[in-house]
């Protein structure tokens, strides 16, 4: 005949070994022989919390603290469970009385930070991380969640130096090379960034976001055949991810792969209807093409989706304008401006739809903030000196058209308008100097 202590010997056996379902079995069995068989309790709470089933563990816990108030072990255990259910204010409740029964529980400051962090009070969740430091320091762990504290908090230096400090402790740590990469990633420094998730790409080959991480540096760096590759491998480790498709396509589209990256984005789409960066990139790729109705389908349900969507406005702004819709065109793009109103390449296509409205002030007003935001924006600045030349300001149009042709040595027109603008200043070398050029330029192709 067996004892309660026996048959709960045998459910611990059964936990060790993973076989949860007769650990519980076990462990009701002991509960049954004594009723005030805390262990038991605690055990068979620790296997329902192995198998998800945490409103069972945590009624177990409670049992356990109805019999050993000053259990923290318990108090930590229940605090996990209600974490993992979501409940972060119970969760910080338990971890905080476990801590009130041992002030050296590191694991129970580390867990409080993180239900701290969850819920925004990054102060809080710096403080307890810190504490489980001091408590632990052998742990990389609270080092990896302090670095995303400081990270988020743009203490970019604090933030490398903990990720470093956990990589010190741990060299394979996935998530410390992870993080320090992306930061690496933000700071520009993008040959460490791409060392960092190619490392965790090697100690965890499926790890689908490494792959799509290393593939936003490749894009930035606008090595566009790596960064397909990359994402191509996202997706067969993770199908249903939209957003890897999302991001394939867009640098299919810059490689001029049109075709690849509308399956891209269709499929985008479909497994997420509601990605308003792959119906914008579509309706992109759709109006280069010259399918204009789709196009405009696709930027109206990005701005259904999300009204305060810039690249919508600006792109259905421009299919408007391509259509003759000069007061569509340039509702769109003011709404665009409004919601980024640092955008150059907005206020130049205003200047455009001001310039065939004959609105040449406005035009005029358009592509000078438009060059004050990009002194380098050739095209605002050709724009601008053709503006000029219809209102008889030679000079001015000449110095724009003059640096125009400094970026971009290769521009005919710009050659072309260039010549009226000597020709009109009495500068008739000048003027020929350049219709010669221009028309050299235009016979190369």
């Known amino acids: ?88 204010k119970q969760a910080i409740a338990d971890f905080s009385e476990a801590i009130g029964l041992d002030p050296e529980y590191a694991a129970a400051y580390y867990n409080r930070g993180l239900a701290y962090f969850k819920m925004g009070q990054l102060d809080e969740a710096l403080r307890d991380y810190t504490e489980a430091i001091r408590l632990a320091p052998g742990d990389p762990e609270p080092y990896v969640s302090r670095g995303l504290v400081y990270a988020v908090r743009g203490q970019l230096e604090a933030a490398m130096n903990d990720y ?29 960034a791409i060392a960092g998730y190619s490392r965790v790409i090697e100690l965890e080959p499926d790890d689908a976001k490494a792959y799509a991480n290393r ?9 566009f055949d790596e960064a397909i590759a990359d994402y191509s491998e996202a997706i067969r480790r993770n199908p249903r991810n939209g957003k890897a498709y999302c991001s394939r396509g867009i640098a299919r589209s810059k490689k001029q ?7 891209d984005f269709n499929e985008a789409i479909r497994l997420e209807p509601k990605n308003v960066e792959a119906r914008v990139a579509r309706g992109i790729v759709q109006a280069g093409q010259g399918r204009l109705e789709e196009a405009l389908a696709d930027f109206n349900e990005a701005l259904r989706l999300k009204p305060d969507t810039s690249q919508a406005w600006f792109h259905r702004g421009l299919v408007h304008s391509q259509r003759g819709e000069l007061e569509q065109a340039l ?9 980024r109103p640092d955008d150059p390449c907005a206020y130049c296509h205003r200047g455009i739809v001001h310039t065939r409205r004959g609105d ?7 592509y000078t903030e438009a060059i004050r935001l990009d002194p380098n924006y050739a095209s605002a600045l050709y724009n601008r000196g053709l503006v000029l030349l219809v209102l008889q300001q030679f000079e001015k149009a000449l110095a724009d058209l003059t640096q125009t042709i400094r970026l971009r ?19 008739p070398a000048e003027a020929e100097a350049d219709r010669q050029r221009a028309e050299e330029l235009l016979a190369a192709g």
């Not at 329902?48 to 108030?69: C, M, T, W």
């Not at 593939?215 to 090595?223: N, P, Q, S, W």
């Open 1 to 88: 005949m067996f004892n309660e202590l026996d048959v709960f010997q045998r459910g611990l056996a059964c936990q060790q070994r993973g076989d949860y379902d007769q650990a519980i079995n076990a462990f009701s069995e002991a509960i049954r022989l004594n009723p005030k068989y805390a262990e038991a309790y605690y055990g068979r709470g620790n296997a329902y919390e192995a198998k998800g089933q945490h409103d069972l563990a945590i009624a177990d816990y409670n049992r356990v603290l109805q019999f050993s108030p000053k259990e923290a072990v318990a108090y930590y255990n229940r605090g996990s469970a209600h974490a993992k259910k979501g409940d972060r």
């Open 164 to 192: 470093e400090a956990a990589i010190a402790l741990d060299p394979e740590h996935v998530k410390a090379l992870g993080n320090r990469a992306n930061l690496c990633e933000n700071q520009k420094r993008y040959d460490e």
């Open 215 to 223: 593939a936003i540096v490749y894009f930035r760096l606008e090595r």
């Open 257 to 263: 792969a049109f075709d690849e990256a509308l399956a």
């Open 331 to 339: 509702a769109d793009l003011t709404e665009a401006l409004r919601l």
């Open 360 to 366: 040449l002030e406005a035009a005029l007003a358009d």
């Open 409 to 427: 040595p290769r521009f005919a027109a710009a050659y072309m308008n260039r010549a009226l603008a000597y020709q009109r200043l009495g500068q």
